[in-house]
């Protein structure tokens, strides 16, 4: 009788180590719009990401809009190997979030740095600092790696430690002025109130004393606000533009559309993962093996495992078939199946199709799983502390590598305290596995930590061990270095 052993695998990415123990990490704000699985973070890059294209239309600069996890209050524009960047730092955003305007004149700003060629005038470029293109291979799956729950630095990709390597450069105090009469231009052809950059003067005025690296960066004071109020009334900007008060950046409208986008994404993520992705086989991978059709073989490769080494003489029979015959069939579509990715998902919904038992509802639930491309419908057959505690003990016992007499021993040892024969335990193993998977594939990847009896993240950062949105289902589970083998399951 064939087994299929297809075990849960992860795909592990470490960060790279900070130079300092301030080091902070770098990310295109366009990933972080695009990628951030949690709310917040979605929607602050999203926002972040339509402001700063407005201002870059109406400027006509081109540069790189990056976000760093540092939680000094600045921003800046710098140069790193002759690509144009801006840099607004989580300190930064914190402190202006309430307000939508200061943060585009912020941005706005350090955008005229470069239209100005400011950085350029002051010889301050960082050639030679190789870390461009870490930045823009950075992608991110959760939380920049902190506060996202079980295993915590969950990514889809590599984040990238750069630590003190990017420079905020400083200017005098005629290019600051300069900054901030072009920004409050582009502000008002982009539709932002320039109140904002006088409610920003006031915000940084007001950081004397405070852990502000901006004060050093962005010189300021009375000649900056009262230059950029003149200007302000000089340029006669629409009244209702002036009238218009503060808002947040991010709105409860742009939260939950964040939200709803990563359901979306995770939604398809699920249904990708439930359906597979392997083409369908030739007509010729289905024809018949010594009259047993592939369905046939599905469905009795289920039934010899019901019936046991006992009763499958007498089911060989009512088949007609031999043992030597019936291991000719089994070969032959197995050979096939190795070929055939989609063969094996429609193995998988024929075996399970033909579940018996007290967990032949939870069987059928499986088969659809695989057969209609829909998720797991049912409530688990039982609770999540006894599914682990199961496979653990009969992992410990060698299943499924049983004989009768070792199947025997786990159902009076084991399962019969939970009215399980070995067969249900099989029938239930796959459905927990094919659960943790699609929670996985999610983003939740609690489900298989606790399922798999995987060790708690606090030993993740240690190892270098990272997962998030890139679970990759396979062979072996590999956490931290340490492989993790589990009972065999059809699950694919």
Same mark, same amino acid.
């Given at each position: 009788?064939?087994?299929?052993?297809?075990?849960?695998?992860?795909?592990?990415?470490?960060?790279?180590?900070?130079?300092?123990?301030?080091?902070?990490?770098?990310?295109?704000?366009?990933?972080?719009?695009?990628?951030?699985?949690?709310?917040?973070?979605?929607?602050?890059?999203?926002?972040?990401?339509?402001?700063?294209?407005?201002? !870059?239309?109406?400027?006509? $600069?081109?540069?790189?809009?990056?976000?760093?996890?540092?939680?000094?209050?600045?921003?800046?524009?710098?140069?790193?190997?002759?690509?144009?960047?801006?840099?607004?730092?989580?300190?930064?955003? !914190?402190?202006?979030?309430?307000?939508?305007?200061?943060?585009?004149?912020?941005?706005?700003?350090?955008?005229?740095?470069?239209? #100005?060629?400011?950085?350029?005038?002051?010889?301050?470029?960082? +050639?030679?600092?190789?870390?461009?293109?870490?930045?823009?291979?950075? $992608?991110?799956?959760?939380?920049?790696?902190?506060?996202?729950?079980?295993?915590?630095?969950?990514?889809?990709? %590599?984040?990238?430690?750069?630590?003190?390597?990017?420079?905020?450069?400083? /200017?005098?105090?005629?290019?600051?002025? +300069?900054?901030?009469?072009?920004?409050?231009?582009?502000?008002?052809?982009?539709?932002?109130?320039?109140?904002?950059?006088?409610?920003?003067?006031?915000?940084?005025?007001?950081?004397?004393?405070?852990? #502000?690296?901006?004060?050093?960066?962005?010189?300021?004071?009375?000649?900056?606000?009262?230059?950029?109020?003149?200007?302000?009334?000089?340029?006669?900007?629409?009244?209702?533009?002036?009238?218009?008060?503060?808002?947040?950046?991010?709105?409860?409208?742009?939260?939950?559309?964040?939200?709803?986008?990563?359901?979306?994404?995770?939604?398809?993520?699920?249904?990708? !993962?439930?359906?597979?992705?392997?083409?369908?086989?030739? %007509?010729?991978?289905?024809?018949?093996?010594?009259?047993?059709? =592939?369905?046939? /073989?599905? #469905?009795?490769?289920?039934?010899? $495992?019901?019936?046991?080494?006992?009763?499958?003489?007498?089911?060989?029979?009512?088949?007609?078939?031999?043992?030597?015959?019936?291991?000719?069939?089994?070969?032959?579509?197995?050979?096939?199946?190795? +070929?055939?990715?989609?063969?094996?998902?429609? /193995?998988?919904?024929?075996? =399970?199709?033909?579940?018996?038992?007290?967990?032949?509802?939870?069987?059928?639930?499986?088969?659809?799983?695989? +057969?209609?491309?829909?998720?797991?419908?049912?409530?688990?057959?039982?609770?999540?502390?006894?599914?682990?505690?199961? /496979?653990?003990?009969?992992?410990?016992?060698?299943?499924?590598?049983?004989?009768?007499?070792?199947?025997?021993? &786990?159902?009076?040892?084991?399962?019969?305290?939970?009215?399980?024969?070995?067969?249900?335990?099989?029938?239930?193993?796959?459905?927990?596995?094919?659960? %943790?998977?699609?929670?996985?594939?999610?983003?939740?990847?609690?489900?298989?930590? !606790?399922? =798999?009896?995987?060790?708690?993240?606090?030993? &993740?950062?240690?190892?270098?061990?990272?997962?998030?949105?890139?679970?990759?289902?396979?062979?072996?589970?590999?956490?931290?270095?340490?492989? $993790?083998?589990?009972?065999?399951?059809?699950?694919?």
């Amino acid at each position: 009788m064939t087994r299929w052993g297809t075990i849960l695998s992860v795909v592990a990415f470490g960060l790279a180590a900070a130079a300092s123990a301030r080091a902070a990490d770098y990310y295109l704000v366009d990933r972080l719009a695009a990628q951030a699985t949690d709310a917040p973070t979605r929607a602050q890059a999203r926002e972040l990401e339509r402001i700063y294209a407005d201002l !870059a239309r109406v400027s006509g $600069v081109e540069a790189k809009l990056i976000y760093s996890t540092d939680p000094d209050i600045n921003a800046y524009a710098t140069i790193v190997d002759g690509e144009k960047l801006v840099v607004v730092q989580e300190g930064l955003l !914190a402190n202006l979030g309430d307000d939508r305007d200061a943060v585009a004149a912020t941005l706005g700003h350090e955008l005229a740095h470069h239209k #100005a060629d400011h950085i350029n005038a002051g010889r301050r470029k960082q +050639e030679g600092v190789r870390v461009l293109g870490a930045i823009l291979g950075a $992608v991110v799956g959760a939380k920049i790696g902190r506060d996202s729950g079980d295993f915590a630095g969950a990514v889809s990709g %590599a984040a990238v430690g750069v630590g003190a390597n990017l420079l905020a450069l400083k /200017f005098n105090r005629s290019q600051e002025l +300069e900054a901030d009469r072009l920004s409050i231009g582009w502000m008002i052809d982009a539709g932002y109130n320039p109140q904002g950059m006088l409610r920003l003067q006031r915000e940084i005025g007001a950081m004397t004393g405070r852990r #502000a690296a901006i004060l050093s960066t962005h010189p300021t004071g009375k000649k900056r606000y009262d230059a950029a109020d003149k200007l302000i009334a000089k340029l006669a900007p629409p009244p209702d533009l002036l009238a218009r008060d503060a808002q947040p950046l991010v709105s409860d409208a742009a939260l939950a559309e964040a939200d709803g986008a990563i359901r979306t994404d995770r939604d398809a993520r699920v249904a990708a !993962a439930v359906r597979g992705n392997d083409a369908e086989p030739p %007509a010729a991978a289905l024809a018949p093996i010594d009259g047993v059709d =592939f369905a046939t /073989f599905a #469905a009795l490769s289920n039934e010899l $495992v019901y019936a046991g080494d006992k009763g499958k003489p007498a089911l060989l029979a009512r088949y007609r078939l031999t043992d030597a015959k019936y291991a000719a069939i089994s070969d032959g579509y197995t050979a096939r199946m190795s +070929e055939y990715g989609a063969l094996r998902t429609r /193995f998988s919904a024929g075996y =399970f199709r033909a579940t018996q038992g007290k967990l032949a509802p939870w069987g059928k639930d499986l088969a659809d799983s695989y +057969e209609s491309g829909a998720p797991l419908k049912l409530d688990p057959p039982y609770p999540l502390d006894v599914a682990s505690a199961l /496979f653990a003990a009969m992992r410990e016992r060698g299943a499924p590598n049983l004989d009768d007499a070792q199947q025997a021993a &786990a159902e009076r040892d084991v399962l019969a305290a939970h009215g399980l024969t070995y067969y249900d335990f099989l029938i239930g193993h796959n459905w927990w596995a094919r659960h %943790a998977k699609l929670a996985a594939v999610g983003g939740d990847t609690s489900l298989l930590s !606790a399922y =798999f009896g995987l060790k708690p993240t606090a030993t &993740a950062p240690a190892d270098g061990v990272h997962v998030g949105d890139n679970v990759n289902i396979g062979k072996n589970v590999r956490i931290g270095g340490k492989e $993790v083998r589990t009972a065999d399951t059809h699950d694919e």
